[in-house]
């Protein structure tokens, strides 16, 4: 949905065509990713979905895209904001190969130019309606970030967005560690997918998990994890709510 401002310069014709639009909520989204630092870079997992609504309308959205040669990009929130960003991204990217000094972006500098980028949109009243993840490798370190659709960024050793926030991170907590080998951080990737599944009715069962290392950006094909359904509270969620049937 948007609303228009008008612009009065004393032509009705020219009024029209310089209306300015800004959205006031997004329409097809993409819920939580979920990445952290491992011993070797950084691992990235997303699902594929895009909700029209509370509708799930696409079930092929790629939400982990890389950026340049040392940083990994994913996006939770409106899918065509998502794409506005790669385009400014690829144009980030173009620019600085334009030098050919042997320098390139590392994911710091990308980093930081997101948050001024969402930062603002923001003080336009017109944001890009994305919550992002940054991670990279370059010069042997890793690098993880994120980047609220206000322009609110903070670095930490694993981050996660939307539902993510809440039901990822406290795993997160009690079972990352520093020393992670890619097995196991793949493994505590899915088991924060598995119960975003089960808990957040945007998310479908069908996922990529990326990887950043100094070697480059590898991104899984899509695949599916095992389910378990029979718990007992899945059987009647509501039993003994407030004011259920």
């Given at each position: 949905m948007t609303f228009t401002i008008p612009i009065d310069n004393g032509d009705a014709l020219k009024n029209a065509e310089a209306d300015s639009q800004r959205t006031l909520y997004p329409y097809v989204t993409g819920t939580s990713i979920v990445a952290i630092k491992y011993k070797d870079g950084v691992l990235m997992a997303s699902d594929m979905g895009g909700s029209y609504g509370s509708t799930l309308r696409y079930k092929n959205?790629?939400?982990?895209?890389?950026?340049?040669?040392?940083?990994?990009?994913?996006?939770?929130?409106?899918?065509?904001?998502?794409?506005?960003?790669?385009?400014y991204l690829d144009e980030l990217v173009l620019n600085d190969n334009m030098w050919d000094d042997g320098n390139s972006l590392g994911p710091k500098e990308v980093h930081n130019y997101l948050t001024r980028v969402m930062y603002n949109r923001r003080n336009k009243f017109n944001p890009l309606w994305n919550t992002l993840v940054l991670g990279g490798v370059k010069n042997g370190e890793s690098y993880l970030g994120m980047v609220s659709m206000i322009g609110v960024s903070f670095e930490d050793n694993h981050v996660a967005t939307g539902f993510g926030n809440h039901l990822a991170r406290p795993i997160l907590r009690d079972e990352w560690r520093a020393d992670l080998s890619f097995e196991d951080g793949v493994k505590l990737l899915e088991k924060c997918m598995r119960v975003l599944l089960y808990r957040d009715r945007s998310a479908i069962n069908k996922l990529q998990i990326a990887k950043i290392t100094e070697e480059g950006v590898t991104v899984s094909q899509p695949y599916s994890l095992k389910t378990f359904w029979e718990f007992q509270a899945f059987h009647n969620p509501t039993a003994g709510a407030q004011g259920s049937w």
């Open positions: 959205i790629e939400r982990v895209k890389a950026i340049g040669k040392h940083s990994l990009l994913g996006a939770s929130g409106e899918i065509s904001d998502f794409q506005e960003i790669l385009r």
